[in-house]
């Protein structure tokens, strides 16, 4: 029981009594009968405040993160009398639209929505949910606290990465390739089609050209069930913010969406996680199913405070992957040690895999470069950052020597890189 304001005016009233009470004892009896009738009304009152409530909630077990959703609630009065409620809920996030009030008669059931937005990835638990309501004479509320257990699991949120016209980027950069007559491999027929400039003349098919007199080449499709390995840094160095995300979202999202694209195509996709253990394995697998399961494997995946043991990922991957694969290292590298340890690691994987070695671009160091301000302090950023842009810049010559693919690029262009590396690298049949 919680008393209301009412009953606190009530008590509060004789305080101002109080003084007069030193000198006289009219007003000392006055005092203690008004709090005796006070507290025989409260207490009336409270024994009144009877009621029996049940409730419940229901929501998307699946959200994106900072995307606003709904949650439904439901309170049933089970008592013989009406209720003035007031209804919340323990809800992760930032919900929106609590505490609920209504009146509720009795046998009837409210129904309400409330929305909430939860700010992070991974899985997050509901509280209980906290019913209020009046006394009869409005001088209390009674509270009770129902269970309901529930949770919501907080994806990525891929709408960004679409906005981004993925679609136009995947037919931009497949266009040269058709030109380039280069699709798959040189034994999997898919069909015949008109002569373009640059096919090989060992495509051409000379009986439907004699028929149609005009030259006709072979087609031929890509290769499938390939495997497409990406190895996620869980490191300390991934947790640092780029843009509006941090580095580890960037590549989570792009190791999505660029396995979305490899499945389309027929391949296999796996992952391995890390930092100095293994956080999560996911063996090489094809089918629609499997993009969910990248998702479900990884959502609740966030960087950690220790270095990443590159030497475990690559015994791990070796003692499990026989195949060559083609391997993509999603890391930020922010030193010399560091870029050593992950230039060993792209060399290990290079005499076996094929290697695309994913490089964040910080863009505010290019920014400091190009535009170093006016103060005080700009030459001295300016130069700092000269050092690490050139400092960069060896250390992904270095990588592309050891036989990496590398992508080096701003945030909001790292899914369309990635996918493009991986159709060029169909094309060109390079995992044959």
């Not at 129904?111 to 997050?124: E, H, I, K, M, N």
């Not at 009869?136 to 990465?161: C, H």
Request: contains cysteine; aromatic residues 6%.
């Amino acid at each position: 029981m919680i008393p209301r304001a009412p009953l606190l005016v009530l008590v509060a009233i004789p305080l101002a009594f109080a003084f007069a009470a030193i000198w006289s004892d009219v007003a000392v009896g006055l005092v203690v009968a008004w709090n005796a009738a006070v507290l025989g009304i409260a207490a009336v009152d409270a024994l009144r405040t009877t009621g029996t409530v049940r409730a419940g909630r229901a929501h998307a077990e699946v959200q994106a993160v900072g995307r606003p959703f709904s949650v439904s609630l439901w309170v049933e009065n089970r008592g013989s009398r009406p209720l003035v409620l007031a209804v919340t809920d323990a809800a992760p996030g930032e919900p929106e639209g609590l505490p609920i009030a209504a009146q509720l008669p009795p046998g009837r059931r409210l129904d309400a929505t409330y929305t909430t937005r939860v700010l992070a990835r991974g899985r997050f638990d509901f509280g209980p949910i906290t019913v209020r309501w009046r006394s009869p004479m409005g001088l209390w509320d009674r509270q009770q606290t129902l269970e309901a257990p529930s949770a919501v699991r907080v994806y990525p949120d891929f709408e960004p990465l679409r906005r981004l016209d993925l679609q136009t980027a995947l037919i931009q950069e497949r266009a040269p390739v058709r030109a380039r007559r280069r699709p798959g491999g040189e034994n999997e027929f898919e069909r015949l089609r008109p002569y373009v400039a640059g096919d090989p003349m060992k495509h051409i098919d000379w009986r439907a050209t004699a028929r149609k007199r005009e030259l006709v080449t072979r087609e031929f499709g890509q290769e499938a069930n390939q495997n497409l390995l990406f190895l996620l840094d869980c490191g300390r160095s991934m947790g640092g913010q780029v843009g509006s995300l941090r580095a580890f979202d960037h590549a989570l999202n792009a190791a999505v969406m660029m396995g979305e694209v490899a499945l389309r195509h027929g391949d296999r996709v796996g992952a391995l996680a890390f930092d100095s253990a293994v956080r999560a394995w996911l063996p090489p697998a094809g089918g629609r199913r499997s993009g969910g399961r990248l998702v479900r494997a990884l959502y609740d995946l966030q960087p950690s405070l220790d270095d990443p043991d590159y030497a475990l990922a690559f015994r791990h991957m070796g003692q499990r992957v026989r195949r060559r694969s083609l391997v993509v290292l999603l890391t930020t590298v922010v030193d010399a040690p560091t870029a050593e340890q992950a230039h060993a690691l792209v060399r290990g994987l290079a005499r076996r895999h094929l290697v695309i070695h994913l490089w964040l671009r910080d863009a505010t160091l290019d920014r400091w470069v190009d535009q170093p301000g006016d103060d005080a302090l700009a030459p001295f950023r300016r130069g700092a950052a000269a050092e690490l842009v050139a400092w960069r810049e060896r250390a992904l010559a270095d990588l592309k020597r050891a036989g990496a693919w590398v992508v080096d690029c701003p945030d909001h262009e790292l899914a369309p890189q990635l996918v493009a590396q991986y159709l060029e690298i169909k094309a060109r049949r390079l995992l044959a």
